[in-house]
């Protein structure tokens, strides 16, 4: 049961697409500005939103050429407020297709304050992903939300594999998305919070890395995700202007069930004298272990090192242009092993 989450849809461009919506009512994120609006023109057909992301209700359209009046923008400057009749007098449309200037007088508005009262902070999207009711593939999809879509990020499960997000067109306004496509900053500094939301209170002492997993019979075989040598279950391009890091999780078990999963790893360049390094990270639950093996350009690597359950930022340097490909296999004394992973990968620039 890979935990990836990339979902196929076509996406219409250059506008944001409408994503689906519930009945309920979500509450937008608005905010009053004392500041002059500042006069935008649309270059494009644009969605108006009832907040600054796909995930908010879609309240109409405005025509390309038409004039929008601006009263302010969300902290990552994607998002526009700009007044707009129905249903409060302000709405929300993408930044990157209305003309205007004096950006810099624009009030920052929009934002969410977490249960400590610091601001949310803001992820975007690498790929295009499920949200749903709880942190796992079991759970209900709530929606989907397209690639570079801007994300509200209110909390993280246990060991931050799933995030809690701002999601108004759920009943109770929240759903999860998988971490390992949410491009953000210190997401174990995050509240740490339960299936249903709730905060859960840190142990004075207790580190708050991986929690501990106990495999359920409903749980305990792995389901074959038909990846391979071939066709790995994700293929990773680092690149210092790029992806600099990335969260896998998954799971593994046997004598049934799956038994292996294949990350692929690529370093942007051509200069194979050009070297990397990696910083690797495996933590593991469950009644067994994991052995890692690395292959460089379809062949066995040697001297790379290597990776085992519980390791923590081992060094791993790798060459630019060359695929390498990590194989994750379960082992176990039990006749019958389940082990649920995270691998954490790191480029040292």
Same mark, same amino acid.
């Given at each position: 049961?890979?935990?990836?989450? %990339? ?14 919506? *519930? ?15 500042? /006069? ?30 601006? $009263?302010?923008?969300?902290?990552? /400057?994607?998002?526009?407020? =700009?007044?707009?009749?129905?249903? *409060? ?15 810099? $007088? ?13 601001? %949310? ?5 690498? +790929?295009? =992903? ?10 209900? /999809? ?8 801007? =994300?509200?990020?209110?909390? @993280?499960?246990?060991?931050? /594999? ?29 509240? &740490?919070?339960?299936? %249903? ?14 929690? &501990? ?10 389901? $074959? ?8 279950? =994700? ?23 799956? @038994? ?19 910083? %690797? ?7 067994? *272990? ?38 994750? +296999? ?20």
């Amino acid at each position: 049961m890979t935990e990836t989450e %990339a979902v196929n849809i076509l996406i219409p461009t250059p506008s944001e697409t409408a994503t689906p919506t *519930s009945s309920t009512t979500p509450i937008p994120i608005l905010s009053t500005s004392t500041n002059q609006p500042i /006069s935008g023109l649309a270059l494009w057909q644009l969605n108006v939103r009832s907040g600054p992301g796909v995930q908010y209700t879609l309240l109409g359209k405005i025509n390309q050429g038409e004039i929008v009046q601006i $009263n302010g923008q969300d902290p990552s /400057s994607e998002w526009l407020m =700009i007044v707009y009749a129905d249903p *409060s007098g302000q709405a929300w449309v993408t930044a990157e297709y209305v003309q205007y200037t004096s950006a810099g $007088n624009l009030p920052i508005v929009g934002s969410i304050t977490l249960s400590n009262g610091t601001p %949310a902070p803001q992820g975007t999207l690498s +790929e295009k =992903i499920n949200v749903r009711e709880g942190p796992g593939t079991q759970y209900e /999809s709530l929606g989907i939300l397209p690639a570079n879509a801007t =994300i509200w990020i209110i909390g @993280r499960n246990l060991d931050g /594999s799933w995030l809690l997000i701002n999601y108004p067109s759920a009943p109770d306004g929240k759903g999860w998305v998988i971490s390992g496509y949410v491009i953000v900053q210190d997401i174990m500094g995050l509240p &740490a919070m339960d299936s %249903a939301g709730t905060l859960i209170h840190k142990t004075p002492g207790v580190p708050p890395e991986i929690a &501990a997993f106990t495999p359920t019979a409903e749980l305990s075989i792995a389901t $074959n995700d038909d990846d391979s040598f071939e066709k790995p279950a =994700i293929s990773i391009v680092f690149s210092p202007i790029g992806t600099e890091k990335i969260r896998y999780t998954s799971d593994l078990s046997q004598p049934n069930g799956d @038994r292996t999963d294949w990350v692929k790893v690529q370093f942007q360049g051509s200069n194979q004298s050009d070297l990397v390094s990696i910083t %690797a990270s495996l933590f593991c639950s469950g009644n067994g *272990s994991i052995v890692v093996q690395l292959f460089k350009d379809l062949q066995k690597a040697d001297n790379w090192g290597e990776l085992s359950c519980g390791d923590k930022d081992q060094l791993i340097k790798i060459s630019a242009g060359i695929q390498y490909i990590f194989q994750f +296999e379960i082992v176990g004394q039990a006749s019958s092993s389940y082990i649920f992973y995270t691998i954490d990968m790191d480029m040292i620039q």
